[in-house]
């Protein structure tokens, strides 16, 4: 009887040296850590004690110390602090792009992709024949040139309009995003980690954007209490606080950044897991973390009014499924005409990557 033999699968047969293997892993850590260079370690080396990650050949000192010599780590000499280096603040953003682009589907699920085509910057498969008003640039000379020589033969080859091919192009518009997350206490309750899914979204967007679209802008706005911007360097560090959820104050916030923006298409993609609970009225907060508060979820409802005066559409992706929170979204949503989607954690990153590329293509006549 012939037999099957399996053996443990060796990282090293797929090319990467041993302190690639464990920069992966570290990497991924300090996402979890929000860039706490020596909780990640210590938490590497657990992880090295009980799955034994290095060898007798390689341990975590060297690993540690090329960490250091390719620029990974900065060590404070008087201070003995150990930081992570921008160097390692990419690393981190274009792994996060590459975890949350590997796990997506071929699926239509919040896909609003166009099916029509027009002159734009990008080439698509389909090809046509050539029409009065069309470019030179979007003629197709491979396909018109075998066209000419199967109609007209090698002896006497001519080109006529009839031969020409065009090849179809979509066009990518210019965006203005800013991307809006939730930092409240309520983002670690219940031993859930959401805000870690939110962050590598917000990371791997980042990346998407400056090395795919650098014509595109993208801002984040986190909301607690109060609402303020966060720069690309530091968004591994963002943690959750103890907040409340001041809706109202991040979509100011969207709004102002977004009327400075020049480009003509802009959004606000919101993460949050819960409902409004705050308003700031002149000096002090209003609270109210029981249900929901009419008096807050007016001016969520208004500000969404005020985003569809301004052509802004908002897109929630709500981590929760109580039913009242719903039916609070979707009447959000209605107002504002956008869209909404309840994601599970797993699935926020797949949801939001494909908004924003099906909504990257736009039809041009």
């Known amino acids: 009887m012939k037999g099957y033999q399996f053996l443990g699968f060796d990282a090293s047969k797929e090319g990467k040296t041993p302190f690639e293997q464990l920069m992966d892993t570290f990497l991924q850590i300090l996402t979890y850590t929000s860039g706490d260079v020596p909780e990640a370690l210590q938490w590497l080396n657990e992880l090295d004690r009980e799955y034994k990650l290095t060898s007798e050949e390689y341990g975590m000192g060297d690993f540690i110390e090329d960490l250091k010599d390719k620029g990974y780590l900065d060590e404070n000499k008087q201070t003995g602090e150990i930081k992570i280096t921008p160097k390692t603040e990419q690393g981190i953003r274009k792994r996060s792009l590459e975890e949350i682009f590997g796990k997506l589907k071929k699926t239509k699920q919040g896909d609003h992709s166009t099916f029509k085509s027009g002159q734009g910057d990008e080439s698509s498969s389909d090809i046509r024949p050539f029409q009065f008003g069309d470019m030179l640039e979007q003629i197709d000379f491979t396909e018109s040139i075998r066209n000419a020589q199967i109609n007209h033969g090698l002896d006497s080859f001519t080109m006529n309009e009839d031969d020409l091919q065009i090849r179809e192009t979509d066009f990518k518009s210019q965006t203005s995003t800013v991307l809006m997350i939730d930092i409240s206490h309520s983002m670690i309750l219940y031993g859930e980690d959401r805000i870690t899914p939110a962050k590598k979204v917000a990371m791997a967007l980042s990346e998407l954007i400056t090395t795919k679209y650098p014509k595109d802008t993208l801002d984040i706005v986190v909301f607690g209490n109060d609402a303020w911007p966060v720069e690309i360097k530091d968004r591994p560090y963002l943690q959750v606080g103890p907040y409340h959820t001041n809706t109202v104050a991040g979509l100011e916030m969207a709004m102002d950044t977004l009327r400075r923006r020049k480009n003509p298409n802009k959004q606000i993609f919101m993460i949050t897991d819960g409902k409004p609970t705050c308003l700031k009225v002149g000096k002090r907060y209003y609270k109210n973390s029981f249900g929901l508060d009419r008096k807050?979820?007016?001016?969520?409802?208004?500000?969404?009014?005020?985003?569809?005066?301004?052509?802004?559409?908002?897109?929630?992706?709500?981590?929760?499924?109580?039913?009242?929170?719903?039916?609070?979204?979707h009447e959000f949503t209605e107002t504002n005409n956008g869209k909404a989607f309840f994601a599970s954690l797993d699935r926020l990153g797949a949801f939001i990557f494909r908004d924003f590329e099906s909504g990257k293509r736009k039809t041009v006549y």
Do not use: G
């Not at 409802?301 to 929170?325: E, G, V, W």
């Open 296 to 329: 807050i979820t007016s001016r969520c409802i208004n500000m969404a009014a005020q985003c569809k005066k301004l052509k802004i559409p908002i897109t929630t992706f709500m981590i929760a499924s109580d039913p009242y929170l719903q039916r609070f979204v």
